[in-house]
């Protein structure tokens, strides 16, 4: 007889919400087959870095579970700003991992995945501070690629993307600041929706005026709208709001899109080097587009070709990295040693630190500039932006990696790795990376399709006819 573990590998969050509305599974039962992927897959692949399994068993069994969409329904949460109180966190630090720092407050995001009835067993692997599109920190380790595990699973949700991938868990929380929901979902074969800035609050500390978003990595369309429906809206003293949605983003499953204008950028922007197997993913979307009715020609916003842009973002990147190691120092009660922060990340601060005022005024005002000039884009008539997600296919494990002689040559790899998605972030666009085309030897190459401000609806409309029309379900890693 088939255990439930097996039975609910590979159904998705919607359909194991539904198995506990029925009555023909528990919360209990759910989160047990959800710990036994763990424990069998884990090992292959250093996914689940921080465990809370008996905490985790006592909020499914808990009659005060609350009766949210996705009730009883087993979730992990990426090891980057996601408070849970009482809970470890490590934000993928060596020093805090040693110190087992506990969070003594929910994030306002962690409060709504917990009230849509989400049992939270653990935490995903995470680069330090998020900071690199790879998965290897000096603290934990590296996390491994289901479908190749040589390879990267991405960053800097890479933990979340290979437990999805693999069958552990059928969604899991993701952050992006450059494309860390994006580039994950591209390496591991999953659907990565970035909302648009302010979709989703990052209270009650951190700040949507910057680049990073939340969300998540999933297996298909629909999860990924429900949950959107379920944690999105403003927080106390947000001022970055994104307009509300028409009507629910589940009732755009399905829904048609009408025909769209939409551009392709198939090359780099700025020249650098793209792998073939990309851009002929890039191609046969566009070409399937067409045949669904879209009006599909070469078209970008000329924005995307300012090779000042590294520069601004780099600016705000680094006053992040500043401003994190304050905080770590506050939580630890006393200074980093140099050794405590991975070169690339202490090279930045330190950058920050010695920038003025000025420096950093001068960014935000040259990202603003750029976030008006990519608006306008879509203000001339288009409706959507196909590109591939990534530059190459994804690395081998070890690519991109610290040099304390060079530190800051993790950054420039991940800069010719990662061209198509940062613009995104620092703009504010929605953004969704879709699992559409493979390679011949079977790894996943994912697609980016960008929507104008606030317009994920359009995003999750287009999304489901692709999915509809190339389903991606039956794919499945061999591990």
């Not at 106390?236 to 899109?257: C, M, Q, S």
């Not at 590294?310 to 990295?321: C, H, P, R």
Request: hydrophobic share 40%; proline share 8%; charged share 20%.
């Amino acid at each position: 007889m088939t255990s439930l573990a097996d039975q609910t590998r590979w159904m998705d969050a919607t359909d194991q919400a539904a198995l506990v509305a029925s009555g023909e599974a528990s919360p209990g039962e759910l989160l047990e087959a959800a710990i036994e992927r763990i424990e069998r897959i884990d090992p292959a692949l250093n996914a689940v870095v921080i465990r809370w399994f008996a905490h985790a068993r006592e909020t499914a069994a808990s009659p005060d579970l609350p009766n949210g969409p996705f009730r009883g329904v087993p979730f992990l949460i990426k090891d980057l700003f996601a408070d849970y109180a009482g809970q470890r966190i490590s934000n993928g630090n060596v020093a805090l991992k040693e110190a087992h720092f506990i969070a003594d407050a929910d994030t306002t995001l962690v409060s709504r995945y917990r009230g849509a009835g989400l049992v939270i067993a653990g935490r995903t692997n995470s680069p330090e501070l998020g900071s690199v599109p790879t998965t290897e920190p000096v603290a934990w380790g590296a996390t491994h690629n289901p479908w190749d595990t040589t390879r990267t699973p991405g960053g800097s949700s890479g933990g979340a993307a290979a437990a999805v991938a693999s069958g552990m868990v059928p969604f899991a929380h993701a952050s992006d600041g450059g494309g860390s929901i994006r580039i994950p979902a591209s390496c591991c074969g999953l659907v990565g929706l970035k909302p648009s800035q302010g979709r989703i609050t990052l209270g009650p500390v951190r700040d949507e005026s910057g680049l990073a978003v939340e969300h998540c990595v999933s297996r298909t369309v629909r999860d990924s709208a429900a949950l959107l429906d379920a944690t999105r809206g403003p927080g106390i003293g947000d001022t970055v709001i994104a307009p509300p949605p028409a009507r629910p983003y589940v009732e755009e499953l399905g829904a048609d899109p009408g025909r769209l204008r939409i551009g392709i950028l198939d090359h780099h922007a700025q020249g650098g080097r793209v792998d073939a197997e990309v851009t002929e993913a890039a191609q046969a979307v566009g070409k399937l587009l067409e045949s669904l009715g879209h009006h599909v020609e070469a078209a970008w916003p000329k924005a995307l070709e300012d090779a000042t842009l590294g520069s601004k973002f780099g600016a705000m990147w680094s006053t992040n990295m500043g401003i994190s190691r304050l905080r770590f120092e506050a939580q630890l009660g006393r200074p980093l040693e140099d050794h405590e922060l991975e070169p690339m990340n202490r090279v930045q601060a330190d950058f920050a630190t010695h920038s003025g005022a000025i420096d950093y005024a001068l960014a935000l005002s040259g990202v603003a500039q750029y976030r008006r000039a990519m608006h306008s884009w879509w203000d001339e008539g288009w409706d959507l932006l196909l590109t591939p997600t990534l530059a190459e296919l994804p690395l081998k494990l070890g690519t991109i990696v610290n040099d304390p002689e060079n530190p800051m040559a993790p950054m420039r790899r991940a800069g010719e790795f990662v061209p198509f998605t940062p613009p995104f972030n620092t703009s504010g666009l929605p953004a969704i990376s879709l699992p559409l085309e493979w390679t011949a030897d079977g790894l996943p190459v994912g697609v980016q399709l960008v929507a104008a401000y606030g317009r994920e609806d359009i995003l999750i409309r287009v999304a489901s006819q692709l999915e509809q029309a190339k389903p991606w379900a039956d794919r499945k890693p061999a591990i």
